[in-house]
């Protein structure tokens, strides 16, 4: 989302001009990965944090950019809306304690941002959905003053044509439209960066994509939204409707959402998922860069394919193929599913528990996925983020013959094994990944997720207190446990 540009309106030239270095942009990709030695190396971890400003009430504080300014780092970036920044992470191997060094990082870091916003009377809280969120917080006057965001708002309502529809169902619906896409800025997440060799990328991106919703479910840290209690990870649905511009026809094809599970399994590897986006999404920001990447490769450098890139960058998958020029040439996988907070600890263990899992599936994955149709995985993937802990998943076995739910607990009981043997493989040490294991695992015990935890709260201070004050009770709760980074397993009642 963070990628500046210079421009705020297009021509259809402009248009034309993109579509063009799309293409080239794809040969060069090809190009690339004909060489042996493309994208080779260590695997390893990266992430970049979301996170919400509010001030001394609890209440939402337009102050991103004079945080920014304050605080001089420039891994701190701009979000969507004025109070919402997100740090960027440090890369670290795998093998040299990835998952320890980044939440060490997340935790210095946020220790900083929140000194700077003090100064600002600001406070900073990781969280998917902020509680005390009201309407009047979204609008024109809550986006953050960058030609991106101007460009890219305008783009949206323009293709849109209309006001965009939320229509959340949950234990007390939402129903409501919106005339821009500042809803958007209301989900916060942690965004885990893993890379992969071009031989294991298929097979590593279908595992992740099989096992996001048991990660999503015990993750889910997101229940309500302007006091309605919704699903457990509301963010799914809120993301995807907040900025949808298509006009659906139940009986008629629809374009893909710009946000969406994916299209199917991957056959080849990163190149055709790359290809997917491109031909099925149109552009929005049609910016193309000084250099094509034929000058670039003939000036002997790799290409930086800035304008796939910059694609990439308006398509919202919740599991993402990245392209990276350093080095050489990278390719990552994005995971876009697993929500901010509640505590740095809590966060990095989702990301493990999800790395884990797919580590441990992918040796045996084409023996699997002709039992689940990738639209049963994506049935899995919605169905655990409205009902977390509570959802039943039709779970692929080796030796099954049809289909059977099952409760998603269970799987997860039987998944933390194989888990754990995923992050053997790929060099995490047992300690590092019984500590992190060993907080899902708690979780999973005691039935306590982020978003379980925020509704229990909830229903009691609603028992006592207006709803409008109850869910400030629950803002500042969630702010001192978060403090402790203490995993959300043992929070009390």
């Keep these: 989302m963070g990628i500046e540009i210079n421009s705020t309106s297009f021509a259809p030239e402009d248009f034309q001009a993109f579509t063009s270095r799309l293409e080239e942009n794809l040969a060069a990709l090809s190009q690339l990965a004909q060489d042996p030695a493309f994208g080779r190396g260590p695997g390893s971890l990266g992430a970049e944090l979301e996170m919400y400003i509010v001030d001394g009430q609890g209440n939402p504080l337009h102050a991103n950019q004079e945080i920014e300014a304050r605080a001089k780092d420039p891994q701190l970036t701009l979000e969507l809306n004025r109070y919402n920044l997100e740090y960027n992470l440090s890369p670290y191997n795998i093998s040299d304690g990835a998952f320890t060094a980044t939440e060490r990082e997340v935790n210095e870091r946020l220790a900083h941002v929140r000194t700077v916003a003090a100064t600002l009377g600001g406070r900073i809280v990781p ?9 009047s917080d979204f609008g024109p006057h809550c986006i953050t003053d960058r030609r991106r965001y101007h460009a890219l708002v305008s783009q949206l309502i323009q293709r849109r044509g209309g006001e965009f529809r939320i229509d959340i169902n949950g234990q007390d619906p939402l129903k409501l439209d919106m005339a821009d896409i500042t809803l958007e800025g209301a989900n916060t997440s942690f965004q885990v960066h893993y890379r992969v060799n ?59 959402a710009r946000v969406s599970f994916g299209q199917g399994w991957a056959r080849r590897g990163a190149q055709e998922l790359f290809r997917e986006v491109v031909r099925i999404y149109p552009p929005l920001l049609p910016i193309c860069a000084d250099q094509s990447p034929r000058q670039e490769i003939a000036g002997g450098s790799t290409p930086s394919l800035a304008e796939l890139r910059l694609h990439q960058s308006t398509v919202w998958l919740w599991n993402r193929p990245i392209y990276d020029d350093v080095n050489g040439g990278q390719l990552r996988i994005e995971m876009r599913a697993l929500p901010a907070g509640p505590t740095p600890v809590d966060m990095v263990a989702n990301a493990a528990f999800l790395i884990g899992l797919a580590e441990g599936v992918r040796p045996r994955i084409n023996e699997l996925l002709p039992a689940i149709p990738f639209g049963i995985a994506e049935y899995n993937f919605y169905r655990a983020a409205q009902h ?76 006592q207190m207006p709803q409008e004050a109850a869910l400030h009770e629950l803002m500042e709760a969630f702010i001192h446990h978060s403090l402790e980074n203490r995993p959300v397993a043992e929070w009390q009642l």
Excluded at 210 to 235: C, D, K, Q, Y
């Design 198 to 256: 071009p031989a294991d990328y298929a097979d590593t991106f279908n595992a992740i994509q099989l096992m996001t919703p048991l990660a999503v479910a015990i993750g889910a840290n997101s229940p309500t939204l302007f006091g309605h209690s919704l699903w457990h990870e509301t963010r799914i649905p809120l993301f995807k409707q907040s900025i949808d511009t298509r006009r659906v026809d139940r009986y008629s094809w629809n374009e893909p």
């Design 127 to 135: 969280i998917g959905i902020l509680p005390t969120l009201r309407q």
């Design 388 to 463: 977390g802990l509570g959802a039943k998943l039709v779970w692929p076995e080796l030796d099954q013959s049809g289909y059977r739910e099952q409760p998603i607990c269970s799987i997860i009981e039987n998944m933390l094994p194989l888990a754990r043997r995923g992050l053997d493989a790929i060099g995490v040490s047992a300690e590092e990944a019984g500590h992190y294991l060993g907080v899902i695992e708690k979780r999973l015990a005691r039935r306590q997720t982020g978003a379980i935890w925020q509704q229990k709260i909830l229903a009691k201070l609603k028992q």
